[in-house]
């Protein structure tokens, strides 16, 4: 039974309500994206168990802790750096429905849990109003990125992800764009002056020229 999206985005706050971003990256960024109603509470669980467990070396899954009962986020404003990063990703070009999608930035707001600066980032999800113009493609990720160098002097990547035409939500991943192995070192999203924007082409991505 394949989640839709509407699912597969609470799954993804559920997974972060109690879990690390390392095991959020094994979960969300390695295909394993699940919804409550698709899979039963205890495969959760036990599944984010095994990601703890080898992500803490060994670690018992017992010491996850994981609500996994009904959701009770609060709506709330979406954070400043997130939605000056996600602007400026999305002002790189006006294709791929990318002025749509900044329609539906201006209006956003998110339903995560308030940053603590002293934990890493993972992701950040975005709440769209239901009467938004669309983007097309309607389930992709959008093919403008931006790259920089963390304070461990790794290169990261920051993608946006959009589910039935509406933003869905922001990630970080390792520059190879799969998920971060183990709890990346940073503790903010980069401001649009720290990072290059490059683009998906035939070639392979390649910087933006403005």
């Not at 394993?32 to 669980?45: G, K, S, T």
Request: hydrophobic residues 45%.
């Amino acid at each position: 039974m394949e989640p839709d999206s509407r699912a597969r985005r609470e799954a993804l706050r559920l997974v972060r309500r109690g879990a690390a971003a390392s095991v959020l990256g094994g979960l969300a960024w390695a295909g394993w994206e699940v919804a409550r109603r698709a899979v039963p509470a205890e495969a959760v669980r036990d599944r984010l168990g095994d990601l703890a467990a080898r992500a803490r070396g060994g670690a018992s899954s017992s010491e996850l802790h994981l609500d996994v009962g009904e959701p009770t986020w609060e709506t709330r404003d979406l954070d400043d750096d997130v939605r000056a990063l996600t602007d400026a990703i999305l002002s790189q070009t006006e294709d791929y429905g990318a002025l749509a999608l900044r329609a539906q930035l201006a209006r956003s707001v998110t339903a995560d849990a308030p940053h603590d600066p002293r934990q890493p980032i993972d992701f950040a999800t975005f709440e769209i109003p239901e009467d938004v113009p669309l983007a097309v493609p309607a389930d992709a990720e959008f093919p403008v990125r931006a790259r920089f160098v963390g304070p461990d002097g790794e290169a990261y990547v920051v993608a946006l992800r959009v589910d039935e035409g509406r933003l869905a939500y922001v990630r970080l991943a390792g520059i190879d764009g799969g998920a971060v192995d183990g709890v990346a070192p940073v503790r903010s999203w980069p401001s649009p002056d720290q990072v290059t924007f490059w683009i998906d082409t035939i070639k392979g991505p390649e910087p933006v020229l403005r």
